[in-house]
Nanobody, 119 residues
Framework: QVQLVESGGGLMQAGGSLRLSCAAS????????MGWFRQAPGKEREFVAS????????NYADSVKGRFTISRDNAETMGHLQMNSLKPEDTAVYYC????????????WGQGTRVTVSS
């Protein structure tokens, strides 16, 4: 059973930066994909970015391209989301998720970490 724990959220002014981390444990993730999602108040959860744990196949939502960078460490146990040039509309609870690269749905989710961006 894969377990994911996010950290790094907090309060930041617009234009600032935050780095989220996702610690993974409980399984071999070499063939998995890691993703970040977010859910703003009153809105549905949306995709932010994803990366294969092998380090390739990186994708971003259009709303964060050029501002956010997804990465993972070589041990394939820690993923990160570097968020720069933050905007108030980035305010949300951010979730880390992972799935086997051939799976149709995201299989494992973290509890989420809250990011608040003030104007």
């Amino acid at each position: 059973q894969v377990q994911l724990v996010e950290s790094g959220g907090g309060l930041m002014q617009a234009g600032g930066s935050l780095r989220l981390s996702c610690a993974a444990s409980g399984g071999s993730l070499s063939t998995y994909v890691m993703g970040w999602f977010r859910q703003a108040p009153g809105k549905e959860r949306e995709f932010v970015a994803s990366i294969a744990w092998s380090g390739d196949y990186i994708n971003y939502a259009d709303s964060v391209k050029g501002r956010f960078t997804i990465s993972r460490d070589n041990a394939e146990t820690m993923g990160h989301l570097q968020m720069n040039s933050l905007k108030p509309e980035d305010t949300a609870v951010y979730y880390c998720a992972t799935r086997d690269r051939f799976a149709a749905t995201w299989q494992y989710w973290g509890q989420g970490t809250r990011v608040t961006v003030s104007s």
